[in-house]
T-cell receptor, first 114, second 115 residues
Framework: GQQLNQSPQSMFIQEGEDVSMNCTSS?????WLWYKQDPGEGPVLLIA?????ELTSNGRLTAQFGITRKDSFLNISASIPSDVGIYFC??????????????FGKGTLLTVNP | NAGVTQTPKFQVLKTGQSMTLQCAQD?????MSWYRQDPGMGLRLIHY???????DQGEVPNGYNVSRSTTEDFPLRLLSAAPSQTSVYFC??????????????FGPGTRLTVL
């Protein structure tokens, strides 16, 4: 099956620093999604990317859909303590009967030291 | 608008017991799905449904059954629980748009322990 390689697995940063994480795939995706999961909660969608090369921002978050359609990155600028959580990338193939299946990366655990 | 709701929030079962995890959404979403989340594994798709009466298998369907009799509800059944099914289970739903895109909204999860 399709696999997503998400890196880094974990990050420990100081408040105010910028953060970058990325996902790569062995196959093409038509949609890339970035989710954040707080402890004890379900994932919440942060950013959705629909076109190769697309760069989308949501407040301090910026994400890009790679030109090859096999990768995506997420940047968080000026981190704050509430950015703590697990960040997941997810890809959607968007072809035929598998339009709706999301493949998730294994997550990046972000810790922000105040 | 409650979004996606899941019950129970926590459950402990003995090996061999059966139970049903409930999932409901009030957004009139056509698509619903079940994932399990295990440490270091991310989320893996168990089963999904693109509408009432239609279900299909995901990546890890063994040991689980689903049905979709209404748009709102998508229960997940464990017929004979095993310790390997200890996990956190998430239900998600979304619209099925005209293109290939949909964004899924997740419930709060059910934490299941099988002894």
């Amino acid at each position: 099956g399709q696999q997503l390689n998400q890196s880094p697995q974990s990050m420990f940063i100081q408040e105010g620093e910028d953060v970058s994480m990325n996902c790569t795939s062995s196959s093409i995706f038509n949609t890339w999604l970035w989710y954040k999961q707080d402890p004890g909660e379900g994932p919440v969608l942060l950013i959705a990317l629909y076109k190769a090369g697309e760069l989308t921002s949501n407040g301090r978050l910026t994400a890009q859909f790679g030109i090859t359609r096999k990768d995506s990155f997420l940047n968080i600028s000026a981190s704050i303590p509430s950015d703590v959580g697990i960040y997941f990338c997810a890809g959607q193939p968007g072809s035929g009967g598998s339009n709706y299946k999301l493949t998730f990366g294994k997550g990046t655990l972000l810790t922000v030291n105040p | 608008n409650a979004g996606v709701t899941q019950t129970p929030k926590f459950q402990v079962l003995k090996t061999g017991q059966s139970m049903t995890l409930q999932c409901a959404q009030d957004m009139n979403h056509e698509y619903m799905s079940w994932y399990r989340q295990d440490p270091g594994m991310g989320l893996r798709l168990i089963h999904y449904s693109v509408g009432a009466g239609i279900t299909d298998q995901g990546e890890v369907p063994n040991g689980y059954n689903v049905s979709r009799s209404t748009t709102e509800d998508f229960p997940l059944r464990l017929l004979s629980a095993a310790p390997s099914q200890t996990s956190v289970y998430f239900c998600a739903s979304s619209y099925v748009t005209s293109g290939d895109t949909d964004t899924q909204y997740f419930g709060p999860g059910t934490r299941l322990t099988v002894l």
